[in-house]
């Protein structure tokens, strides 16, 4: 499955989904100063192989904001909250703290939080740095395609 994400010069950037056997699928990504929630995702679940949204998608559900709650999907979720959260305060956050919010997180919304270790949030944190270095290097109305298999 081919992710093409592409800059847009107003509020949106874009993510369309290619899959073998299947029509596109676009989503309008809100601007929110870092990567694009969608591009976390997939950073998230390619580095530690879970099943959220992006492997959903893989998977023949349709691209939505409403899918049904499913308990890996779920951490998957939270997990992309925190790293937000990290990257909006300039990816410095200490692992064990993310590690210790993102448990605090999965508690408040009633999610089983993913079996996760520091070095699973370095290594996630890295691809996020790679995508982010990728990401600002595309020109306004260029695209940047992600493979996710």
Same mark, same amino acid.
Request: aromatic share 8%.
């Given at each position: ?40 995702? %997939?950073?998230? +679940? ?5 099943? *959220?949204?992006?492997?959903? &998608?893989?998977?023949?559900? /349709?691209?939505? %904001?409403?899918? +049904? ?5 779920? *951490?998957?979720?939270?997990? &992309?909250?925190?790293?937000? /959260? ?21 508690? /408040? ?41």
């Amino acid at each position: 499955m081919q992710l093409i994400f592409t800059k847009g010069s107003g509020k949106y950037d874009r993510m369309d989904i290619v899959r073998n056997g299947l029509p596109a699928e676009g989503i309008d990504c809100p601007k929110q100063g870092i990567i694009p929630h969608d591009m976390v995702h %997939f950073g998230v +679940e390619i580095t530690l192989h879970k099943r *959220g949204f992006i492997g959903r &998608v893989l998977h023949g559900e /349709a691209a939505t %904001f409403q899918m +049904e709650a499913e308990p890996e999907s779920d *951490g998957v979720e939270r997990l &992309v909250e925190i790293f937000q /959260a990290d990257g909006w305060s300039g990816w410095n956050s200490s692992p064990a703290d993310m590690l210790d919010l993102y448990r605090v997180t999965c508690d /408040a919304r009633q999610c089983p939080p993913l079996q996760l270790s520091i070095d699973d949030i370095d290594a996630v944190r890295k691809k996020l740095l790679e995508l982010t270095a990728l990401w600002q290097a595309v020109a306004m109305g260029a695209s940047l395609v992600l493979e996710f298999e």
